[in-house]
């Protein structure tokens, strides 16, 4: 019997749509999963009891830049099971990967979502955001591998930007 986190994001700019998170939830409850075992969260993972005990993670969040990682993608949303984010953030982020060996993580993501409805491009310094910098892309990006979802949300963003701001500019 799984007990599914649903690993959210709640940046309030550009959060993970509301429909998005319901929809996720209303497919696990079609496929037998109790109601009571199924919870969606961002910032308090580490402590809700559902995300304690779960046997199964599905992590979704927009695709958006960020200034020191490049991109805020599947990878980077499993930061809140972290103890310090800002361990996480030394050399432009490279340790993120280590989050999915985390006991409360490992080998429990069964599927990656990346919303890239209306993604962020473009960005200047730590949670910058500007309406012109989002674009209707109308997307999802699904899989169970994080890193191949996040290198299509990746190139994605590139291609915006080249497509925006010129040559260069990725």
């Known amino acids: 019997e799984d007990i599914v986190g649903i690993k959210s994001n709640v940046w309030s700019y550009l959060p993970t749509p509301p429909e998005v998170e319901q929809a996720i939830k209303r497919r696990l409850l079609d496929a ?5 075992n199924i919870g969606i969260d961002d910032h308090n993972v580490r402590e809700n009891p559902i995300f304690v005990k779960s046997t199964a993670l599905i992590n979704t969040r927009p695709l958006r830049t960020h200034y020191l990682a490049g991109m805020s993608g599947c990878i980077k949303n499993y930061i809140m099971f972290g103890e310090s984010q800002d361990a996480y953030h030394p050399d432009s982020c490279a340790a993120l990967g280590s989050l999915f060996n985390l006991p409360q993580v490992k080998g429990k993501t069964r599927l ?12 200047r310094g ?14 999802l990006i699904v899989g169970q591998d994080p890193v191949a979802v996040d290198t299509i949300g990746l190139r994605l963003i590139m291609a915006k930007r080249r497509q925006e701001l010129g040559p260069g500019q990725e």
């Open 32 to 36: 037998g999963v109790k109601e009571e």
């Open 112 to 123: 990656n979502i990346l919303c890239a409805l209306t993604p962020q491009f473009h960005g």
């Open 126 to 139: 730590p949670h910058h955001f500007s309406r012109r910098y989002v674009w209707n892309y109308k997307g």
